[in-house]
């Protein structure tokens, strides 16, 4: 049973948007910020939604490692390709306009791409794909990150969660979506573990000394260290796959990488040769491909619905009431809050008021 207050989209958009022009972002590029983020709290996936508003994004910028005004630079381009400089800017408009680029492209020649280099986080990854989607195309976008996943048989974090998210239309009311890191577990979800005092899974984090970690609040301070990482997707070792996660993750930290040349691995650490706080030069990628390029739109999107109701209708394991395909979930988490509004947790209920308070922005949350 949700216990947290509900706060209306509207309202909570409103205060984001003002926040981020009060600290320097183009209003218009604010709006992209805010709709990413509330994006996120409307599928449910809350570790990327309001509550890192503050820390990940007005923090941020308050520092000096991240630039409110977007410059969004156009470096190489061909007819289906392009790469990007970001400058530091705020991630989520470098993302919706790096995709819109790609779509662009794909509607003319049926594919397009393209890189991105010095970018900051850009919120949820499935934003972008489904951006794709709409347009009747698959999406396809990955970010590097901060340095977080140990390889297989080792404990150093290495890897960023590194996404790898594929959205893809069908003729359902929403579209197939997979948007998971490559680790089992990211670091936004220890976060929200954190706020809520609860531990981790064991067996999700490897200490420096091999041993698994659970302690929430003591993994966020040993992965800032070097003293902890994440384990890629299958977990610690061979045995039951992980190599396959350290693999893919591998694969989305060179395509963020190489194709634009850009910073890889502790490159990305987000810390400077004296300790301090530094820009994180992040990497993206995004891929539209025109599904009415190949057998039409619409045959494309019946063959994925039948597909997904086939996996959805096919003999569930005892117990289980029923199957889910990926982005249902977040679908009917949406359907659930539209009209509700975002829950909204004492720890950033907190921030909120801090951050209003801060900037003088003139409004009254319901929670207060």
Same mark, same amino acid.
């Given at each position: 049973?949700?216990? /947290?207050?509900?706060? #209306?989209?509207?309202?909570?958009?409103?205060?984001?948007?003002?926040?981020?022009?009060?600290?320097?972002?183009?209003?218009?590029?604010?709006?992209?910020?805010?709709?990413?983020?509330?994006?996120?709290?409307?599928?449910?996936?809350?570790?990327?939604?309001?509550? /890192?508003?503050?820390?990940?994004?007005?923090?941020?910028?308050?520092?000096?490692?991240?630039?409110?005004?977007?410059?969004?630079?156009?470096?190489?381009?061909?007819?289906?390709?392009?790469?990007?400089?970001?400058?530091?800017?705020?991630?989520?408009?470098?993302?919706?306009?790096?995709?819109?680029?790609?779509?662009?492209?794909? *509607?003319?020649?049926?594919?397009?791409?393209?890189?991105?280099?010095?970018?900051?986080?850009?919120?949820?990854?499935?934003?972008?794909?489904?951006?794709?989607?709409?347009?009747?195309?698959?999406?396809?976008?990955?970010?590097?990150?901060?340095? #977080?996943?140990?390889?297989?048989?080792?404990?150093?974090?290495?890897?960023?969660?590194?996404?790898?998210?594929?959205?893809?239309?069908?003729?359902?009311?929403?579209?197939?979506?997979?948007?998971?890191?490559?680790?089992?577990?990211? /670091?936004? *979800?220890?976060?929200?573990?954190?706020?809520?005092?609860?531990?981790?899974?064991?067996?999700?984090?490897?200490?420096?000394?091999?041993?698994?970690?659970?302690? #929430?609040?003591?993994?966020?301070?040993?992965?800032?260290?070097?003293?902890?990482?994440?384990?890629?997707?299958?977990?610690?070792?061979?045995?039951?796959?992980?190599?396959?996660?350290?693999?893919?993750?591998?694969?989305?930290?060179?395509?963020?990488?190489?194709?634009?040349?850009? #910073?890889?691995?502790?490159?990305?650490?987000?810390?400077?040769?004296?300790?301090?706080?530094?820009?994180?030069?992040?990497?993206?990628?995004?891929?539209?491909?025109?599904?009415?390029?190949?057998?039409?739109?619409?045959?494309?999107?019946?063959?994925?619905?039948?597909?997904?109701?086939?996996?959805?209708?096919? *003999?569930?394991?005892?117990?289980?009431?029923?199957?889910?395909?990926?982005?249902? *979930?977040?679908?009917?988490?949406?359907?659930?809050?539209?009209?509700?509004?975002?829950?909204?947790?004492?720890?950033?209920?907190?921030?909120?008021?801090?951050?209003?308070?801060?900037?003088?922005?003139?409004?009254?949350?319901?929670?207060?």
């Amino acid at each position: 049973m949700e216990k /947290r207050p509900y706060v #209306s989209w509207e309202l909570i958009g409103d205060f984001m948007t003002e926040a981020f022009v009060k600290v320097g972002v183009p209003h218009e590029d604010a709006k992209i910020c805010t709709d990413v983020l509330l994006e996120s709290d409307r599928m449910g996936i809350e570790s990327h939604g309001c509550n /890192r508003f503050k820390p990940i994004y007005i923090d941020r910028i308050n520092v000096g490692i991240q630039n409110p005004v977007t410059n969004f630079e156009i470096v190489r381009e061909t007819p289906t390709t392009a790469v990007v400089d970001g400058h530091d800017g705020m991630g989520m408009v470098i993302g919706y306009k790096a995709m819109n680029m790609a779509i662009e492209k794909a *509607k003319k020649y049926g594919m397009g791409m393209v890189a991105v280099r010095n970018s900051t986080h850009y919120g949820i990854a499935g934003y972008y794909a489904k951006m794709a989607a709409k347009e009747n195309m698959i999406g396809i976008t990955g970010s590097n990150a901060r340095p #977080s996943i140990a390889p297989t048989f080792g404990v150093e974090n290495m890897l960023g969660t590194n996404p790898l998210t594929f959205g893809m239309p069908t003729d359902e009311e929403f579209p197939f979506l997979l948007d998971c890191a490559t680790s089992i577990i990211q /670091r936004g *979800k220890i976060e929200v573990l954190a706020r809520m005092g609860q531990d981790a899974p064991k067996g999700t984090v490897i200490g420096s000394d091999g041993t698994a970690l659970t302690n #929430s609040s003591e993994i966020l301070e040993k992965l800032t260290t070097g003293e902890a990482a994440l384990t890629p997707l299958g977990g610690i070792g061979e045995e039951l796959g992980g190599y396959k996660g350290y693999g893919y993750a591998t694969v989305v930290e060179i395509l963020c990488a190489a194709l634009q040349a850009g #910073s890889y691995l502790k490159m990305l650490s987000g810390i400077g040769e004296n300790g301090q706080k530094v820009p994180y030069h992040l990497g993206h990628f995004f891929i539209a491909i025109d599904t009415e390029a190949f057998m039409g739109a619409e045959s494309f999107k019946k063959t994925t619905g039948d597909i997904l109701r086939a996996l959805r209708a096919s *003999k569930k394991a005892p117990g289980q009431e029923r199957i889910y395909t990926a982005g249902e *979930k977040e679908y009917l988490v949406y359907l659930e809050r539209k009209d509700k509004g975002v829950p909204i947790g004492e720890s950033v209920q907190k921030e909120f008021i801090e951050v209003r308070d801060r900037l003088g922005i003139d409004l009254v949350f319901p929670f207060e």
